[in-house]
């Protein structure tokens, strides 16, 4: 079975920036398109940023300009870097497939708090 492994949360101060990454040992990340996704407390789990196999990406519009998806091939993961966080940030993220390829059962995410 599949095992996403998502990791570099952690607690910043506004403006702040994080770098995080996921990887699936045993498993190509390279040949899906592949997402981040996040679940605000008390909200539902919501689509971030995108990237195709080409390194096409697209975000969400409270996202844009301010996090970056990219993908290593060579070392098997995927990388979103977010600056300038903000309060409303604050969720557990986790990366999967994107939803038109099909989601994999979902790894444990890494929690992001944004606070003063």
């Known amino acids: 079975q599949v095992h996403l492994v998502e990791s570099g949360g952690g607690l910043v101060r506004p403006g702040g920036s994080l770098r995080l990454s996921c990887t699936a040992p045993g498993m190509n990340l390279g040949i899906y398109p592949m997402a981040w996704y996040r679940q605000p407390p008390g909200k539902q789990r919501e689509l971030v940023a995108q990237i195709t196999t080409s390194g096409i990406t697209d975000y969400i519009d409270s996202v844009k300009g301010r996090f970056t998806i990219s993908r290593d091939n060579s070392r098997n993961l995927i990388d979103l870097q977010l600056k300038d966080l903000r309060p409303e940030d604050t969720a557990v993220y986790y990366c999967?497939?994107?939803?038109?390829?099909?989601?994999?059962?979902w790894g444990q995410g890494t929690q992001v708090t944004v606070s003063s």
């Open positions: 999967n497939r994107d939803p038109f390829t099909g989601l994999l059962a």
